[in-house]
């Protein structure tokens, strides 16, 4: 071995604890890191100057890398001091006519009511037996190339398929 190597193996051990302990962003959070990324690279289709490479590719290089750490497990409470001042500034607007007369009729004019509901391919208990069953591999975010995209699907289709097995097994208790 290399002495090298070995420099790289010790800088990851030491490093290991330190990537398991990092910080978990809430969901807006990770949601708004997911929204700036896609402005990034709909900024490098579009095209842009020579100059501005090395900043647009750096970007995008650093918010890949804070989804990657940062949105694994999004966290879904908002830290305590942003809640309590939600509360206060809800508490101290007066209500207006129109927020009166939407309460007392859901539906005054000039207001729609619609209802969006989103299916996901697993709900509940399930949901989060397969949280816990398949982790996409690093390699599979942010893919662009047709190849790694149908590699990445093919992948989690079959993880979908050994997973709807051993879940039916696990309930009926086989």
């Known amino acids: 071995m290399t002495p090298n190597f ?11 604890p330190a990537m398991a302990q990092v910080e978990q962003f809430n969901v807006a959070q990770c949601a ?3 929204l700036a990324l896609e402005q990034n690279r709909d900024l490098q289709r579009r095209g842009y100057r020579l100059k501005q490479e090395l900043k647009i590719k750096g ?6 890398l804070q989804l990657h750490y940062h949105c694994q497990q999004p ?12 509360r206060r500034q809800s508490a101290r607007r007066p209500p207006t006519p129109h927020r009166l007369a939407a309460a007392k009729n859901p539906a005054a004019p000039g207001l729609q009511i619609s209802e969006i509901q989103v299916k996901a391919p697993y709900q509940g208990a399930k949901l989060t037996a397969w949280l816990q069953f398949y982790q996409p591999p690093f390699y ?4 662009r190339q047709t190849a790694r995209i149908r590699q990445c699907v093919e992948q989690r289709q079959q993880a979908q398929q050994q997973f ?7 309930v009926t208790g086989r």
């Open 6 to 16: 070995h420099f790289f193996a010790v800088a990851l051990l030491a490093a290991a």
């Open 32 to 34: 708004q890191l997911q």
């Open 59 to 64: 970007q995008q290089a650093q918010l890949e």
């Open 75 to 86: 966290t879904e409470k908002t830290p305590p001091s942003a809640r309590q001042q939600a």
């Open 140 to 143: 599979c975010y942010g893919v």
């Open 164 to 170: 709807e097995q051993q879940y039916v097994e696990s």
